[in-house]
Each structure stands twice: as structure tokens, then as C-alpha cells.
């Protein structure tokens, strides 16, 4: 793009503001169609197979400084950008954020020239949501897209794009699945491969959207990379104001900009939106006697995020409940589970095996139970924070303890399970197995957290390991947290190819396991078959736009196999 049709696009606008808006996006989509085509082309042209016996080089092409962003660019007064989210087959939550505390006004549209207006309104940015607005707009058209922006004043948004859910007889769906953004490891190419897509319905975030952690964490936590991208504020986060800043952050890096605009997110928490280690009544490195009371900071937090993530108020009464279901027209139950802010502490042996220890809670338990009893949809899918699947057996070879000690999928004393993750909740997992075992040939466990790329036959106890999957389970690697190869400073895709082979002999129920890329999953659905493509970036350490198909799953729906189909 020209310099001059660059600050042409940033001169505020004249009078006449929705023709004179018309003409700006007129030539920008132009150009953008003209980038993106170009981009595309020598994207796809890097897919590739994956495996260690026969990496690819990720070195095609060049690494690229995003000097020009495909989004419209972003009015200062706009400057943490617009985003969308909670998407239903007749609504959709659009956000945004001003500089003080104004009237907005707010349209959405079939078309990005927004010459046919849908639906429109006006509210007002207040300094107790932190200048946020979330607006939930509602009896739209079901799998319909739209573009939506926001005024204040002379003040212009940049445009979003959004799309409503499928109703009852649709037969597809396709969305991107991550976790695990920590800022100050590393540069979210992730998020700009998904914004530039443009073939995904919504995005399933499944938390640690951000990190809470200071740039000079406790022994427990891993550091962040050295690459001029520290925290904001330095220090752990706390209190709300520090909640609010750490987001912001966030919501100021282009590459989380450019995702919000291109589709809507379905977002989950895990701990580091509040605190590592979360639980019902506190945090690994939380001192009631330092820090205050554990209630207090679990509430800044999740106010904090309601604020800066477009969330529904799905819950009035109950504010802080994250769990839910999505009903994605009769094609999916999406049951959004929360593994971190009802649960009993984390506790090791022998107190991590009693029966009445709950990963869940007793009311999300019995929702989660009769939920998946009641699931009339062609597939159920569980949205699920932390792993499922043990990561654990009682003979660990001297490789697979190391990996598995670097990625924490044991205990930091190297002879128990990891009690912080579905391997703490030995009891209540058997009895959640069990329950999903009776939803036959349609059962998919979708999991981030673990920062490694996993794909899993879902079994119920380790006695079982025989037996045939009551359904498969795909863990998503992180979008920057370090794994393998960063934490041991290895070349990616080189040492660790033997841990991974020595992991996959360990763990029989492990079907593919890749410890080292960062990168996102695409989940294609019909009614016969669920799709899974692990999409993993170059790098981290810089931006990039590089990236490549590691690997592809087919599961058909009432079988109990999977196919790798890359
Ligand atoms: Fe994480």
C-alpha cells in the first residue's frame, strides 16, 4: 500500500460519513484482496507433511516484518481495535474500546461497504468497564456474515468481520482451536495466519489468553524469551488495575487485533487469566497474608476479562461461571468445561486419589453429566482446558521423563502424576469417562494448556488401554509458551524427535505428538466425519507468516479408528 493511500486512511473523516467510509473501503478491499491473494499463494504453496523421519525445512520463503497489515488501519481513538464473540445462530457480541468516556454508536451489515444495514444502536462507554462496550446483537440470520464498526464523535472504528452460527439442518462447520498466549514469549503468528484465512467460522479459545505473570517469574514458572516484548505491568498481576493493563497489552499487538477483526471467538479459561496454579480457593503463588484474599483477585481478574474479551452476560446471577454449552445447530454440542475455578486444590499422592477430590465441582459436574446424556446432536464435543488422557505410566523410561518433566506432564519430583492437570482427578476422570462413554461414536475432546501438539484415543483407565476409544482427543500446542525444544534450547524439530518417539511408545493411547511447534488447529465438521489439521508456525521468536500442515485427522462418526489423511 502507498504511503499516500496509507495516511489517506488515517486523515480523520470528513462530513458525509458513511459515503465517504463507502469510498475508503472500496479501494482497501480492493488492495487487500489484491494482498491476500499474494500472500495465499506462496502460503499454501509450504504445505507440507510433517513427522521427525522426514521434516521439511521450515526455511521457505522469508521471514516477514508485516510492515503492511491487511486490517484497515486502527483510529487512535479506536486504538485497542474491535473484536466479536459468543456467537449463537441469531446473535453476536461486538467489542470495542475508546479513549474516554463518549456515546458510541455501533452498525453492523451484510456487506463491508455497509450499504445495507442490518442492525444499529448507540451506548456509552463507561470508566467502570474500563472504557470497554460489549454489545450483544441480537435476531440476526443464522451462518450469516457480517461487518460491523463503531463511531464516536468524528471518530471512525477500523471495520470487523463476524459471523452468526449455524441453525438446525446445516450440515458443516469449521473454526480454529488454541490456547496458551503468553506475550513475552514470543510474537502471535498464530493469530495472523488465523486472521488471514478466511475460510474459519469461529475461533475456540481455550484460555490462557493472557498470562498474569511477572517478567521475573518465581522458580516454578518458565521465563520469558529475550525478544523486546516484556509484560505490562512487570510484575504479576494482582489487583484489577493490573488485570486491565495486562490486556490491554494484548489487545495493542497487531496480530491480536487483526484475529479479533477477522471472525469471533469462543473463549474458556484456564488458570493464567487469573493465576498459575488456579483453583477454588487459590494459586500455586498466592499469599492471602502478601497478596489479599484469593476471592478479591479471582474476581478482578474475571471482571478485567469480561471487560476486554467479547463475552456475554450468559450468567447474571452467577458473574464468574465460565462453563456452558454451544449449540452449533444440530451438528455439535459444544460443552465448555472449566477445569480451574471450581476445583479442589491440586494435591499429590495419596490425597490426590480420594474419591470426593472434583477437577469440576459438584453443580458443573452435574451439568456436564447431563449435558452429554441429553446431547441430541450428531457429535458431541468437549472443550476442555487441561489434557485429558493420563500422561503418566508406572515404568517412565530416562527420555520420556525428561520430556515429560519439561512440559509438566509429571510431577516436578519426577516419580508421581502431575496433579494440576486431569491426572490429579484419577477418580472423578474414571466417572466423567464413563458418563462419555454412553455417547456412542461421536465423542471429540478438544484440550489446550499442555503446550505440546497431542492427538489421543480416549480411553477409560489405564486397565483398559486394550480396548477400543470411546472417542478421540486432540490437544492443540500453545500459541507462544514455551515447550520442548524452547526450554531445552534445541534446534526445533532435531533433538526432540526422540523424546516424541519414545512418549508415543510410552503412552500406547498416544496416536501423534509433536513437542516442539507453536501453531493452531483447524476442525473440520460434517455429519460423517470430523477433520482435524494441526497447522504449526515457523517461529515465535520473530514475526513470521510462515507456516505448514504438520498433520491431518479423519475420524468418521460411529467408528473407532482415526486416519492420518495428510
Ligand atoms: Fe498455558
Same mark, same amino acid.
Given at each position: 500500500?502507498?504511503?499516500?493511500?496509507?495516511?489517506l486512511t488515517?486523515?480523520?473523516l470528513?462530513?458525509?460519513w458513511?459515503w465517504?467510509?463507502f469510498?475508503?473501503?472500496?479501494?482497501?478491499i480492493?488492495?487487500r484482496?489484491?494482498?491476500?491473494f499474494?500472500?495465499?499463494?506462496s502460503?499454501?504453496?509450504?504445505?507440507?507433511?510433517?513427522?521427525?523421519d522426514s521434516?521439511p525445512p521450515?526455511?521457505?520463503?522469508?521471514?516477514?516484518?508485516y510492515?503492511?497489515s491487511p486490517?484497515?488501519?486502527?483510529n487512535?481513538?479506536?486504538a485497542?481495535?474491535?473484536?466479536?464473540?459468543?456467537?449463537?445462530?441469531?446473535a453476536v457480541?461486538i467489542?470495542?474500546?475508546?479513549?474516554?468516556?463518549v456515546?458510541?454508536d455501533?452498525?453492523?451489515s451484510?456487506?463491508?461497504?455497509?450499504?445495507?444495514?442490518?442492525a444499529f444502536?448507540s451506548?456509552r462507554?463507561?470508566?467502570e468497564?474500563?472504557?470497554?462496550?460489549?454489545?450483544?446483537?441480537?435476531e440476526?440470520?443464522?451462518f450469516?456474515?457480517y461487518?460491523?464498526?463503531?463511531?464516536?464523535g468524528?471518530?471512525?472504528?477500523?471495520?470487523?468481520?463476524?459471523?452468526?452460527?449455524p441453525?438446525?439442518?446445516?450440515q458443516?462447520?469449521?473454526?480454529?482451536q488454541?490456547?496458551?498466549?503468553?506475550?513475552?514469549?514470543?510474537?502471535f503468528n498464530t493469530?495472523?495466519a488465523?486472521?488471514?484465512?478466511?475460510d474459519?467460522?469461529?475461533?475456540l479459545?481455550?484460555?490462557?489468553?493472557?498470562?498474569?505473570?511477572?517478567n521475573?517469574?518465581?522458580?516454578?514458572?518458565?521465563?520469558g524469551a529475550?525478544?523486546?516484548?516484556?509484560?505490562?505491568?512487570?510484575?504479576?498481576?494482582?489487583?484489577l488495575e493490573?488485570?486491565?493493563?495486562r490486556?490491554?497489552?494484548?489487545r495493542?499487538?497487531?496480530?491480536?487485533?487483526?484475529?479479533h477483526?477477522?471472525?469471533?471467538?469462543?473463549?474458556?479459561v484456564?488458570?493464567h487469566?487469573?493465576?498459575?496454579?488456579?483453583?477454588?480457593?487459590g494459586a500455586?503463588e498466592?499469599?492471602?497474608?502478601?497478596?489479599g484474599?484469593?476471592?478479591?483477585?479471582m474476581?478482578?481478574?474475571?471482571?478485567?476479562?469480561?471487560?476486554?474479551?467479547?463475552m456475554?452476560?450468559?450468567?447474571?446471577?452467577?458473574?464468574?461461571r465460565a462453563?456452558?454449552?454451544?449449540q452449533i445447530?444440530n451438528?455439535i454440542?459444544?460443552?465448555l468445561?472449566?477445569t480451574?475455578?471450581?476445583?479442589?486444590?491440586p494435591?499429590?499422592?495419596?490425597?490426590m486419589?480420594?474419591e470426593?477430590?472434583s477437577?469440576l465441582g459438584?453443580?458443573?459436574?452435574?451439568?456436564?453429566?447431563?449435558?452429554?446424556?441429553?446431547?441430541?446432536s450428531r457429535?458431541?464435543?468437549?472443550?476442555?482446558?487441561? #489434557?485429558?488422557?493420563?500422561t503418566? /505410566?508406572d515404568?517412565? @523410561? !530416562? =527420555?520420556?521423563?525428561?520430556?515429560?518433566?519439561? *512440559?509438566?506432564?509429571?510431577a516436578?519430583?519426577?516419580?508421581?502424576?502431575?496433579?494440576?492437570q486431569?491426572?490429579?482427578?484419577p477418580?472423578?476422570r474414571?466417572?466423567l469417562?464413563?458418563?462419555?462413554?454412553?455417547?456412542?461414536?461421536?465423542?471429540?475432546?478438544?484440550?489446550?494448556?499442555i503446550h505440546?501438539?497431542f492427538?489421543?484415543?480416549?480411553?477409560?483407565?489405564?486397565?483398559?488401554?486394550?480396548?477400543?476409544?470411546i472417542?478421540?482427543?486432540? #490437544?492443540v500446542?500453545s500459541?507462544? /509458551?514455551q515447550?520442548l @525444544? !524452547? =526450554?531445552?534450547?534445541w534446534?526445533?524439530g532435531? *533433538?526432540s524427535?526422540?523424546?516424541?518417539?519414545?512418549?508415543?511408545e510410552?503412552?500406547?493411547?498416544?496416536?501423534w505428538?509433536?513437542?516442539?511447534?507453536h501453531?493452531y488447529?483447524?476442525?473440520?465438521?460434517?455429519q460423517d466425519?470430523?477433520?482435524v489439521?494441526y497447522?504449526?508456525?515457523?517461529?515465535?521468536?520473530?514475526?513470521?507468516?510462515?507456516?505448514?500442515?504438520?498433520s491431518s485427522?479423519?475420524?468418521?462418526h460411529?467408528?473407532?479408528s482415526?486416519?492420518?489423511?495428510?
Amino acid at each position: 500500500m502507498s504511503k499516500t493511500l496509507r495516511k489517506l486512511t488515517r486523515m480523520p473523516l470528513p462530513e458525509g460519513w458513511l459515503w465517504e467510509t463507502f469510498k475508503r473501503r472500496f479501494l482497501l478491499i480492493d488492495l487487500r484482496s489484491f494482498w491476500l491473494f499474494i500472500k495465499e499463494s506462496s502460503l499454501r504453496s509450504l504445505m507440507v507433511r510433517n513427522g521427525c523421519d522426514s521434516k521439511p525445512p521450515l526455511n521457505h520463503g522469508s521471514v516477514e516484518k508485516y510492515s503492511e497489515s491487511p486490517m484497515s488501519p486502527a483510529n487512535p481513538f479506536f486504538a485497542h481495535g474491535v473484536a466479536s464473540g459468543e456467537p449463537l445462530s441469531d446473535a453476536v457480541v461486538i467489542w470495542t474500546r475508546v479513549q474516554d468516556a463518549v456515546d458510541v454508536d455501533w452498525e453492523l451489515s451484510l456487506s463491508p461497504e455497509f450499504d445495507h444495514i442490518k442492525a444499529f444502536g448507540s451506548c456509552r462507554a463507561e470508566l467502570e468497564n474500563d472504557l470497554t462496550i460489549n454489545v450483544d446483537v441480537t435476531e440476526l440470520d443464522p451462518f450469516t456474515v457480517y461487518y460491523y464498526r463503531f463511531r464516536a464523535g468524528r471518530h471512525v472504528s477500523s471495520v470487523g468481520k463476524t459471523k452468526t452460527l449455524p441453525a438446525s439442518g446445516e450440515q458443516r462447520a469449521r473454526f480454529a482451536q488454541v490456547s496458551c498466549a503468553k506475550y513475552n514469549a514470543g510474537f502471535f503468528n498464530t493469530y495472523a495466519a488465523i486472521a488471514k484465512r478466511g475460510d474459519l467460522d469461529f475461533l475456540l479459545h481455550l484460555g490462557d489468553y493472557i498470562y498474569e505473570a511477572s517478567n521475573n517469574p518465581p522458580g516454578s514458572q518458565t521465563p520469558g524469551a529475550d525478544i523486546g516484548r516484556p509484560f505490562k505491568p512487570d510484575h504479576e498481576c494482582k489487583s484489577l488495575e493490573d488485570y486491565r493493563l495486562r490486556y490491554e497489552q494484548y489487545r495493542s499487538d497487531p496480530d491480536v487485533q487483526a484475529m479479533h477483526a477477522s471472525l469471533p471467538i469462543i473463549p474458556m479459561v484456564d488458570d493464567h487469566e487469573i493465576a498459575d496454579g488456579a483453583w477454588r480457593d487459590g494459586a500455586d503463588e498466592h499469599d492471602e497474608t502478601r497478596d489479599g484474599p484469593w476471592s478479591l483477585r479471582m474476581q478482578a481478574a474475571l471482571k478485567a476479562r469480561s471487560e476486554w474479551l467479547p463475552m456475554r452476560k450468559n450468567f447474571p446471577e452467577n458473574p464468574n461461571r465460565a462453563y456452558r454449552t454451544i449449540q452449533i445447530g444440530n451438528l455439535i454440542d459444544l460443552l465448555l468445561v472449566d477445569t480451574r475455578t471450581m476445583r479442589d486444590r491440586p494435591a499429590p499422592p495419596p490425597e490426590m486419589y480420594l474419591e470426593s477430590r472434583s477437577a469440576l465441582g459438584v453443580h458443573q459436574r452435574d451439568w456436564l453429566y447431563r449435558s452429554v446424556e441429553s446431547s441430541k446432536s450428531r457429535w458431541c464435543f468437549i472443550a476442555n482446558p487441561s #489434557v485429558m488422557s493420563s500422561t503418566w /505410566s508406572d515404568s517412565i @523410561d !530416562d =527420555k520420556s521423563r525428561l520430556a515429560l518433566l519439561k *512440559l509438566k506432564l509429571i510431577a516436578s519430583n519426577g516419580v508421581d502424576p502431575d496433579w494440576d492437570q486431569w491426572d490429579g482427578y484419577p477418580h472423578e476422570r474414571e466417572e466423567l469417562l464413563s458418563v462419555l462413554s454412553k455417547k456412542k461414536g461421536g465423542l471429540i475432546v478438544l484440550s489446550g494448556d499442555i503446550h505440546a501438539s497431542f492427538v489421543f484415543e480416549l480411553k477409560s483407565g489405564s486397565q483398559q488401554l486394550s480396548s477400543d476409544p470411546i472417542g478421540f482427543e486432540f #490437544v492443540v500446542p500453545s500459541i507462544t /509458551s514455551q515447550n520442548l @525444544d !524452547d =526450554k531445552m534450547k534445541w534446534e526445533p524439530g532435531t *533433538l526432540s524427535c526422540e523424546y516424541q518417539a519414545a512418549l508415543l511408545e510410552l503412552l500406547p493411547h498416544a496416536v501423534w505428538c509433536d513437542l516442539d511447534s507453536h501453531g493452531y488447529n483447524v476442525i473440520d465438521v460434517n455429519q460423517d466425519r470430523v477433520q482435524v489439521e494441526y497447522w504449526h508456525v515457523q517461529t515465535v521468536l520473530q514475526r513470521s507468516d510462515i507456516e505448514r500442515m504438520a498433520s491431518s485427522w479423519k475420524v468418521r462418526h460411529g467408528e473407532t479408528s482415526i486416519e492420518r489423511v495428510d
